[in-house]
């Protein structure tokens, strides 16, 4: 009997599309959209596919997503509850959080063409 292992998931910044993806042997399993507003990258939406649910993707794809935020010298805007909900628990990203306001929300509105 052979054990099937896996490559670890591999987190890319798709500027052309504004999103980080994650991928799972070669295919993308999520993804974290944002748009930048002058040195704040907004977060409005994360996606795991059904069938990758429940093996942590979202949390590392997150992760390095702020991570990058980080080292590009950016502050997070956390308009996605999964972005939201990941910063309680991950206060060493605090320094670079900004609240969400209205200001911001009929800014992306406008961005999203919504």
């Known amino acids: 009997m052979t054990e099937q292992t896996s490559a670890a998931p591999v987190v890319r910044?798709?500027?052309?599309?504004?999103?980080?993806?994650?991928?799972?042997d070669?295919?993308?399993?999520?993804?974290?959209?944002?748009?930048?507003r002058d040195d704040r990258r907004v977060f409005f939406?994360?996606?795991?596919?059904?069938?990758?649910?429940g093996q942590g993707l979202a949390a590392i794809l997150v992760e390095q997503a702020l991570t990058d935020v980080r080292a590009s010298g950016l502050r997070i805007v956390p308009v996605c509850p999964y972005v939201a909900k990941f910063l309680k628990k991950h206060e060493e990203f605090a320094d670079i959080t900004d609240p969400v306001t209205p200001e911001v929300l009929e800014w992306l509105d406008g961005q999203l063409k919504r």
């Open 13 to 24: 910044r798709v500027d052309s599309r504004h999103r980080y993806e994650i991928l799972v």
């Open 26 to 36: 070669g295919a993308r399993a999520g993804l974290t959209a944002y748009r930048d």
């Open 45 to 53: 939406h994360t996606e795991v596919d059904e069938a990758y649910a």
